[in-house]
């Protein structure tokens, strides 16, 4: 709603906010422009999603043109609600980066693996296989920024322990190297995501990958 959006608004013009940090928020589509024109100038603003179309008759979806064209520069893709809960394939969500990326929008692009991936030793195998369908789309790897988000810990008030973050992340930039560059995998933010708050944020940013 408008009114939580404000509280939201007021608290990040307060602050203060570090400097040495990147803050962009991402509210629903629908309050994109309300929130880019109420925003102050140090933080942007993400699409949740948008479609691999400029145009056309995709009824409900947003294009990255119409991001741009409010002034938002990020956008969401992969997210774990999208590809669980709305069938995005790690194929569709290579060509949604690759879109959103030529029509000059950021990408914080998502990965995570389910509860039973995790439990069955396959959390490597699902991360090489997304981040596999993701890189072969991108050209220009400063504009993206890599988000792991365990689907087991999204919402749910489960966290990864720092280690089983700092896992994954450092496999990661691992696989970075080898398939990408040594360069690309040096640079590259990959953020954790998946019920961090004000209590778990600073342990978990202390791992040396996240």
Known sequence: ?????????????????????????SPPSLYLQYVQENLPPSVGAAAQNCYKAEKGAFTGEISPHMIRDLGVKWVILGHSGRRNIFGETDELVGEKVSFALSAGLKVIACLGEHLSDREAGKTEEVIRRQINAISTKVQDWSQVVIAYEPVWAIGTGQTATPEQAQ???????????ENVSVVVAAQTRIIYGGSVNAANCTTLAAQSDV
């Not at 408008?2 to 803050?23: D, H, M, Q, R, Y």
């Not at 896992?167 to 190297?177: G, N, Y």
């Open 167 to 177: 896992e994954v992340h450092a496999f990661l930039r691992r696989w970075l190297t």
């Open 1 to 25: 709603s408008k009114e939580s959006i404000n509280g939201i608004l007021a608290f990040l013009k307060e602050g203060p906010l570090s400097t040495e940090s990147e803050v962009v928020v």
